[in-house]
């Protein structure tokens, strides 16, 4: 065989392998973010006897794009964009849609190892936006993310590192971040990115920290990218406002995964010791409507306010005296009617649980009295109406008659006068 022969044979062989530059980078790109199934990083399209058209439809369905198979300008935009380094998973097999990788526990501790180099934002800001981020997950979840040192020991850690970091997947000017999901939990940002907390940035250089950082603790809390522009784990930068940082789509996600916070209005049921509680609850606490059962039968339904019975309710006690009315720091506060195993009964004003203010007071047998009441007794005005008619009107201490008052019966005798420890003095 002639040298010419030769090289016309390896020129043949080798040029359809190698196609151009942007072929090459795209293919590069497919299978850096999870489109390819070809392991061998030196491959070629070619060589590892996958459809670099057919990769380039999946991607461009991905994004939204027109699916034309070709390396287009649309295409070649999307693949300039800055981006975040994990893999776009397009082909997820139902293996993989069912085992996400999920934290057990839902209180997390994080530490940050390292801040971005940031003329703008400094380390006690970069630290505000980072506990921002954490808290957009937790308003719909039950997790709980709390800050520790910088060397202590946490779920998440959080760096800013450059290029080759010694984790497979170093850094270039398109990766701005990547994170591991649970339970390896490592946050990696690019140091070598313009980190700012501005949300009108015009520089296409400049990245807001904020939402890489809720993109970034999206994965590490074992979320994939979403391929939903809406979305804050679509896998490349976009600039939103502050505000609809977590639409929908997201909290769904997120809610498949680890519960959902308990809002204020939700129905919780909670064994307190020997107790048992069925109600709202705020902030861990008592709040809202309930009712609680104790186990000697006493019960309580209404309002709470941080774990008191507070605003109205009803309270009926082992004995079997109920109240209905107004309570305050759980203790009968305000109007309310009280009836006694005993058969009495009284209806009007209440302080820290006793008969105090203006109100009528009611026996089994039908007398009543309408008047003051201090400390749980008759004390001050008032008027006693016995069952067989009798009446006394005047003035009462500690349930009796002491001061001025007058005794009418009901043949019309009358005393008036002075009373002492309930005796007519004169
Ligand atoms: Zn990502
Ligand atoms: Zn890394």
Request: some cysteine.
């Amino acid at each position: 065989m002639s040298n010419i022969s030769m090289l016309l044979i390896i020129f043949v062989l080798i040029v359809p392998c190698l196609g151009n530059d942007e072929e090459d980078n795209a293919f590069e790109y497919l299978k850096r973010f999870g489109y390819s199934s070809c392991n061998d990083s030196s491959a070629s399209a070619v060589k590892c006897s996958e459809n670099f058209n057919e990769l380039l439809k999946e991607f461009q369905r991905y994004f939204g794009l027109n699916v034309t198979g070709a390396l287009d300008q649309s295409t070649k935009a999307i693949m300039n964009l800055p981006r975040c380094s994990v893999v776009d998973k397009p082909r997820q097999s139902v293996l993989q849609q069912i085992i996400k990788f999920k934290w057990s526990r839902f209180d997390l501790k994080y530490r940050i190892e390292s801040y971005a180099y940031s003329k703008e934002i400094s380390h006690t800001k970069q630290e505000e936006i980072i506990q921002d981020a954490f808290n957009e997950w937790s308003k719909h979840t039950s997790l709980k993310f709390t800050k520790v040192c910088s060397t202590c020991l946490a779920d998440i850690v959080i760096q800013f590192t450059s290029r080759d970091h010694g984790d497979d997947h170093p850094f270039d000017g398109k990766i701005l971040a990547h994170a591991f999901p649970p339970t390896d939990g490592r946050i990696h940002f690019n140091y070598q990115d313009t980190w700012t907390d501005s949300y009108d940035s015009t520089s296409k250089y400049e990245i807001n920290l904020f939402l890489v950082a809720v993109h970034e603790i999206g994965h590490a809390l074992g979320l994939d990218h979403i391929r939903n522009k809406q979305s804050i784990m679509y896998p490349t930068y976009q600039l939103k406002q502050r505000s609809q940082i977590l639409p929908l789509v997201d909290q769904q996600e997120i809610q498949a995964m680890y519960p959902k916070k308990v809002e204020e209005g939700e129905i919780v049921e909670k064994i307190y010791g020997t107790s048992k509680y069925r109600g709202q609850m705020k902030n861990g606490l008592r709040h809202g409507h309930g009712q609680i059962v104790y186990d000697n039968n006493a019960t309580y339904v209404g309002e709470w306010k941080t774990d008191k019975f507070d605003g109205h309710g009803i309270y009926t006690s082992s004995s079997g005296a109920k109240y209905v009315g107004e309570l305050e720091n759980s203790t009968f506060n305000g109007q309310g009617i009280i009836t006694y195993s005993s058969g009495n009964s009284y209806m009007g004003d209440f302080k820290n649980d006793k008969v105090d203010g203006r109100g009528m007071f009611t026996y089994p047998s039908g007398s009543h009295y309408v008047g003051e009441f201090r400390n749980g007794d008759f004390n001050g005005r008032g008027v006693f109406m016995w069952a067989n008619g009798d009446k006394y009107v005047g003035q009462w201490k500690d349930d009796k008659r002491e001061g001025y008052g007058f005794f009418i019966n009901t043949k019309g005798q009358v005393q008036r006068g002075q009373w002492k420890d309930d005796n007519f003095i004169k």
